[in-house]
């Protein structure tokens, strides 16, 4: 395996060091504990500027005053969490500049930024995203993570572009770049390359095993790292959530159904001789199942700042989190015995992270919830997400009525317009293949899609990654 040494690797021994402030019980009421803790940026503040301030510039300027502004943006971008199998530690990446991996402890504290995708090339700072973080490896001793590396015998380069004074980077693209499943150590900061062409991948409980979706395709694939082997597992299907059984023996999977809106529970085996659903159960929207199976957290489908948790064998249904105006629930994973959740909650207070303790529930015999209204106005996560080079937006209408569908970017600037005028009532889907307004490709990143609607207004977030 490719190996490579994170260029924060110095300053991280420091960063681990850090420790302070106190974890407020309960900061928004109902939603738990808010896990990065506050604290001040100014103590990663480089004593000297020299050169530029952020991609492009010297390196040796860059990485600290880089790493700077990562601890003054990351208490209010969070995303994506996951949680270590030892239950210690909770990973993320930075929303919006996603050029780090984080990890910070599960019951509060300090963020520390343990990888960081700046690539030196030559002297030059060139930056490029992390697609996403994955999961920990079986040991809890590395953050498993999308990412891109350079290898220059495989023919990856980068374009410089300077300016006038040929001072510093005016615009610099990594091409050939290869995406990968990738590894960082959380003491010595050193990473690795599991295997390439890779956009996600979660680690079996024996870390025998890797089952992963390739970049070009949606076939569910399974590395056997024993012979390196690799086994098709499911053809042309996403899978959601993935649980690996205690003994590494099977996966259990949940599968969405974009007609029904639907989640459904399945068996997956390793041999890759197919799937069977294992249970009746039709959960309404994209649900996460716990580790133990017996769970499935899910939001409500009118109103995404509230989380459901339903017991598999019962049936029934719990309300978990009040609710609240303006805000939204992404991106929930469990912690290893099933007894919390995490979640990013995206506010007005930006997207942070929370840990939602459900030891008091008892889900078998939940206290009654109202039961789900059918929204007039539903906006479906773009799938596939993340895409290249297209990806498809459904939506429905309880009505006949204008509506608009434009794509934005991620400074709020309407880059397409993919549908304006009156639609019929019932469900559409409609293609955006990556381009803007004028025919021309956009590059990779974070975009949003909005739907609007008889006054009422929908919105969704899409990766493109090339």
Not at 274 to 286: C, L, R, T
Not at 288 to 313: F, H, Q, R
Request: proline share 4%; with cysteine.
């Amino acid at each position: 395996m490719k190996k490579c040494v994170s260029i924060f690797l110095a300053a991280f021994a420091v960063i681990l060091a850090v420790t302070g402030g106190t974890v407020s019980a309960e900061d928004i009421p109902g939603y738990g504990t808010k896990v990065i803790i506050d604290y001040d940026a100014e103590q990663f503040r480089p004593e000297e500027f020299i050169g530029g301030f952020g991609t492009g510039f010297y390196a040796e300027d860059s990485a600290a005053w880089s790493l700077y502004s990562a601890y003054t943006m990351i208490p209010h971008r969070q995303f994506m969490p996951v949680w270590s199998p030892d239950g210690k530690w909770i990973a993320t990446r930075n929303f919006i500049s996603n050029t780090h991996v984080w990890i910070v402890p599960a019951d509060g504290g300090m963020p520390t930024s343990v990888y960081n995708s700046n690539y030196h090339y030559n002297e030059y700072y060139v930056s490029h995203s992390i697609a996403s973080v994955l999961g920990f490896t079986a040991d809890s001793r590395e953050v498993l993570f999308s990412g891109v590396f350079i290898d220059e015998e495989k023919g990856s380069t980068v374009d410089i572009t300077l300016d006038d004074n040929g001072e510093y980077v005016q615009n610099s693209k990594i091409v050939n770049g290869i995406q990968a499943l990738m590894a960082v150590d959380i003491e010595t900061g050193e990473s690795r390359v599991i295997a390439e062409n890779i956009s996600s991948g979660f680690n079996s409980n024996t870390g025998r095993y890797y089952a992963y979706y390739n970049t070009n395709s949606l076939d569910l694939q399974l590395l056997d790292t024993d012979n390196n082997s690799t086994t098709t597992l499911l053809e042309n299907q996403s899978v959601g959530s993935i649980t690996f059984s205690p003994d590494d023996s099977y996966i259990r999977g949940t599968i969405y159904d974009n007609k029904s809106k639907t989640t459904t529970i399945h068996r997956i085996e390793l041999d890759g001789s197919g799937s069977e659903q294992v249970s009746a159960v039709e959960i309404p929207g994209k649900a996460n199942l716990s580790p133990d199976g017996k769970l499935a957290a899910y939001t409500d489908l009118d109103d995404e700042s509230k989380i459901l948790v339903m017991d598999i064998e019962t049936e029934t249904v719990t309300l978990v989190t009040p609710g609240m105006d303006d805000a939204m629930v992404l991106f929930k994973c469990w912690s290893p015995d099933s007894s919390k959740l995490a979640f990013t909650l995206d506010h007005d207070d930006g997207n942070q992270i929370f840990v939602k303790d459900l030891k008091e529930y008892d889900f078998a015999n939940p206290v009654a919830v109202e039961s789900e209204k059918p929204s007039a106005l539903t906006l479906e996560t773009p799938f596939p997400n993340p895409f290249n080079p297209a990806t498809t937006i459904s939506f429905s209408l309880a009505e006949s009525n204008f509506t608009e569908l434009s794509v934005h970017n991620i400074t709020g600037q309407k880059i397409r317009t993919l549908a304006s005028g009156m639609l019929s009532a019932g469900q559409h889907s409609i293609v955006w293949d990556g381009m803007n307004e004028n025919g021309m490709p956009v590059s990779s990143g974070l975009y949003f899609t909005r739907l609007e609607s008889g006054g009422m207004a929908k919105t969704a977030r899409m990766t493109l990654m090339k």
